[in-house]
């Protein structure tokens, strides 16, 4: 391809072939290389004016994916305010009303917070990072203070739920085996002279034999033969409430012995100052006797009442 | 100057720079410059940080260092929100749907007639499950109509102002229905003779159609309706509300719709403050659900509507 080249020496007045001394060979390589670096830096600038760095185009993706990841969180904070402010209004409105509690103050649902939070100097830079920080701390201790505000409500609750099983709710006699019901209750008689000591209780006319249910959960306070009463069961209900069965055949319950509600703690008689087989069942509140009567005013039917038995003799469980 | 011997004329002759040389200069320029170029490129990618770089890096380290951090913050509360809503449902389900059987047995249990496998009580039952729609979609209609009917007609007007109408408390929620419910205490199904109305201790108990206070109660009893009120209003309504705090009118005073008789209370057999009310027509126990109807948009009713279905745990 190529041909074998020649120069002419003037001196010799020959053609020598040519010949192309390394140093030459490096000059030119050397202005070759600086031609390309100078075209090269230029073209360099050009596409800066235009374009940007690599680097900081691939800062400026992170960048934005990084955003968009914030702005995910941010979202997700959002979700998790309106369900700590759903549990707020849940806590303020339903709950503590119920449970006759007063509501948590709003110092008290923010203290701690505030101005002391733990925000790193090097974030103040960066509003999204600071405000979602403090958004966040802000409100996992909310969401602390209402997770607190929640067991103290499920103590209530607790507390609750064993005052409705410890009221005397039920008749004490199944309404099956019941003969007669004597509203003998006197306290609305003469509420003001005190002989209603004759009439403190209402009288369940039954055979003897027949199961006395306890009326609510409770301890048995006493169990004992007195003259005027007969075998007699006195029920500790809790919270103000006693109950008092009397003029049973017999008592089947100790003093001391936790009942529930439904259990027979003993059999209609006819012991002590009693003119008839029956149940003298006496209801009282805070150490007044209160008419019984209004404690199954509302019957339930006879299906009910046996399930309810039934529930209390399998039923081994306490609320607390 | 270049020569190259030409061996046809003996002679040496002239000759320019070959192509191929030009070739291989312009070649290697484009491949020097390409090649420095890439080393500048990497060279400001790597060592050469402008203030804009090094504020962005900053940034981007920030950021994604501080999302783990609130993300971690996060999943905490997230922990913490499914716990208090764990707590929720519990406290929820003891409070106001505690239902010792199950829902198909209490309602088969309100249903009782239907268990005789009778033609007639069946299909009674059936009459009156649609009597029962029918009355319910009226209800909608006319709360509907209502809004645009009632103002035009004075005479419509003035015997709705002696027909139970409005709801006795104002932002109260319906906590339990008409009909089969449970008791609180002893947990066995009775008939719920009205409905329980859910409100703070204190709040304002409006007599829900002008009348006269026919019965007055203070009653220091832990059982019953506690203090409770009864209101007639002709035409055979009676209204009475149940478990109330105090009571603000006296025997025989004659009240007016809206107006505040007495406040929400935990009196008599309550087992938290809420208003019981029953709504009685010719000395019949009505549901009380169907005499809502002023000053609530159909979504409010709706909603009532549907939580006196629900056949849960009565406050009384």
């Known amino acids: 391809m190529f041909k074998q080249r020649y120069t002419y020496n003037p001196e010799t007045c020959h053609y020598e072939p040519h010949f192309v001394s390394g140093k030459k060979v490096r000059n030119r390589l050397m202005v070759l290389m600086l031609f390309s670096f100078l075209l090269a830096s230029g073209c360099y600038y050009f596409y800066l004016q235009t374009g940007e760095a690599i680097d900081l185009v691939q800062l400026k993706q992170s960048n934005r994916r990084l955003k968009s990841q914030w702005a995910l969180l941010q979202d997700e904070m959002k979700q998790q305010k309106t369900e700590l402010q759903k549990f707020i209004a849940e806590d303020d409105q339903l709950y503590r009303p119920i449970l006759e509690a007063d509501s948590l103050a709003k110092t008290e649902r923010l203290a701690g917070v505030g101005g002391t939070l733990r925000i790193p100097e090097e974030v103040k830079a960066y509003p999204i990072i600071e405000h979602s920080l403090a958004n966040a701390l802000q409100m996992k201790h909310e969401l602390t203070v209402e997770y607190e505000s929640f067991e103290q409500l499920q103590k209530l609750v607790n507390t609750k739920t064993k005052q409705w099983a410890s009221r005397p709710a039920i008749q004490p006699i199944d309404n099956q085996d019941l003969v007669f019901l004597y509203g003998t209750f006197g306290m609305r008689l003469n509420p003001v002279l005190g002989i209603y000591r004759l009439h403190k209780g209402l009288d369940f006319k039954a055979k003897t034999g027949t199961p006395i249910y306890a009326t609510g959960d409770g301890e048995v306070l006493d169990a004992y033969y007195s003259d005027s009463y007969g075998n007699v069961v006195y029920i500790n209900h809790g919270f103000g409430f006693e109950t008092r069965y009397a003029h049973m055949v017999r008592f089947i319950v100790n003093k001391g012995e936790k009942v529930k509600r439904g259990q027979v703690i003993g059999y209609v008689g006819n012991t002590g100052t009693s003119a008839g087989e029956h149940l003298h069942y006496e209801v009282l509140y805070r150490g007044q006797h209160i008419n019984p009567i209004h404690f199954f005013q509302r019957d339930l039917s006879n299906q009910e009442y046996q399930k309810l038995l039934e529930l209390a003799k399998n039923n081994n469980t306490t609320l607390d | ?316």
Do not use: C
């Open chain 2, 1 to 316: 100057m270049q020569f190259v011997f030409n061996p046809k004329s003996l002679r040496f002759e002239r000759a320019g720079i070959p192509w191929g040389n030009w070739l291989l200069g312009v070649l290697a320029l484009i491949a020097f410059t390409i090649l420095f170029f890439a080393g500048i490129a990497w060279l400001d990618a790597t060592v050469w940080e402008s203030p804009e770089e090094i504020a962005l890096r900053k940034e981007n380290k920030a950021l994604a260092s501080y999302y783990k951090v609130v993300s971690s913050e996060l999943n905490e509360s997230k922990n913490l929100i499914s716990a208090i809503a764990k707590k929720d449902e519990a406290l929820k389900s003891t409070l106001f749907d505690a239902i010792l059987h199950t829902t198909e047995e209490a309602q088969t249990n309100s249903f009782e007639p239907g268990k005789n496998t009778n033609d007639i009580t069946q299909k009674a039952i059936a009459l009156q499950q649609q009597v029962n729609q029918l009355k319910e979609k009226a209800i909608f209609n006319s709360v509907y109509f209502s809004k645009h009917v009632h103002h035009h007609d004075a005479s419509i007007n003035r015997k709705l102002l002696f027909t139970p109408s409005i709801v006795p408390v104002e932002n109260a929620s319906l906590a339990s229905g008409f009909g089969k419910r449970m008791h609180p205490f002893h947990k066995g199904l009775y008939q719920h003779t009205g409905i329980d109305l859910l409100a703070p201790k204190g709040s304002a108990v409006m007599a829900t159609a002008s009348g006269t206070v026919n019965v007055i109660i203070n009653s220091l009893e832990i059982a019953g309706y506690g203090n409770y009120i009864e209101i007639s209003h002709g035409n055979g309504f009676i209204t009475r509300y149940a478990h109330l705090e105090n009571i603000l009118v006296r025997k025989g005073q004659q009240v007016t719709k809206g107006q505040t008789i007495g406040t929400v209370g935990n009196t008599g057999g309550s087992a938290a403050p809420h208003l019981h009310y029953e709504v009685l027509l010719d000395g019949l126990e009505q549901n009380p659900i169907f005499y809502l109807l002023q000053g609530l948009n159909t979504e409010a009713y709706e909603k009532m509507l549907t939580a006196s279905k629900k056949q849960n745990q009565a406050l009384d």
